[in-house]
């Protein structure tokens, strides 16, 4: 009633040069191949003139930016010798200050403006409720 199903036939049991499934997809690939050696070998002079001309735009580009780098870092410099002076002095300052005279840190009650009696704003209480009245 029912024939046995036959598995599909191997490619590697064909004859070369058949047009079998796996003969043309070999010779596909082997087209495929030899196009892109062709175009290979027709773009290496290209791509090397194309090579060279950029790495002369660089080196252009470099001979140009050398001398405002020479400026930038001598600036760079500059301003490092005048921060590190200014850091110095303020050490040397802060050293040589009594310590009841530094200021306070930030966020104690000792900072200007803020008063060490005066109410804080309690979460618990409505803003319609009087502060001074507690149920």
Known sequence: MTEPIKPP???ADEPA???????TAESVIDSIRDAVGDLAERAAPTVRQLSAK????????ADRAAPLVRRAGEATADASGKLAEKSRTWAADLRESPADASPAPAGSSEAPGLDADAPVNDPT???TTDPTERT
């Open 9 to 11: 036939p191997d490619p």
């Open 17 to 23: 040069g058949t047009t079998g499934p796996g003969g």
């Open 54 to 61: 950029a790495a002369e735009i660089a080196a252009e580009a």
């Open 125 to 127: 209480t409505d803003a």
